[in-house]
């Protein structure tokens, strides 16, 4: 089994910057991927980012892209979601997931094995 706790969501103003971290703990996969889910109020949970553990590729949803960074410290089980220029509509609860083999629709939720209870974050304008 494998646990997902994830980190670091808080309150901040427009333009600022927030990191989640989201730990693994338990099995390790050495093919998995780690994605970076997010569910605003009254919206469905949407993809932001994934990145694969062999590799380290990366993958963003355009919305967030060249705002957010997605990385990963193997050693630690850790990945993390830089975000900058937060805007308003990022606010949402954001989940972590791990894909224990990672799969080409890696943004769809469906293809997750074990999902974090996430961690909420509100931009205010």
């Known amino acids: 089994q494998v646990q997902l706790v994830e980190s670091g969501g808080g309150l901040v103003q427009a333009g600022g910057s927030l990191r989640l971290s989201c730990v693994a703990s338990?099995?390790?996969?050495?093919?998995?991927?780690v994605g970076w889910f997010r569910q605003a109020p009254g919206k469905e949970r949407e993809f932001v980012a994934a990145?694969?553990?062999?590799?380290?590729?990366?993958y963003y949803t355009d919305s967030v892209k060249g705002r957010f960074t997605i990385s990963s410290d193997n050693a630690k089980n850790t990945v993390y979601l830089q975000m900058n220029s937060l805007k308003p509509e990022d606010t949402a609860v954001y989940y972590c997931?791990?894909?224990?083999?990672?799969?080409?629709?890696?943004?769809?939720?469906?293809?997750?094995?074990?999902w974090g209870h996430g961690t909420q974050v509100t931009v205010s304008s």
């Open positions: 990145i694969r553990r062999n590799g380290g590729s990366t």
């Open positions: 338990g099995r390790t996969f050495s093919s998995s991927a």
């Open positions: 997931a791990l894909d224990r083999y990672y799969s080409p629709d890696y943004y769809t939720q469906e293809v997750y094995d074990y």
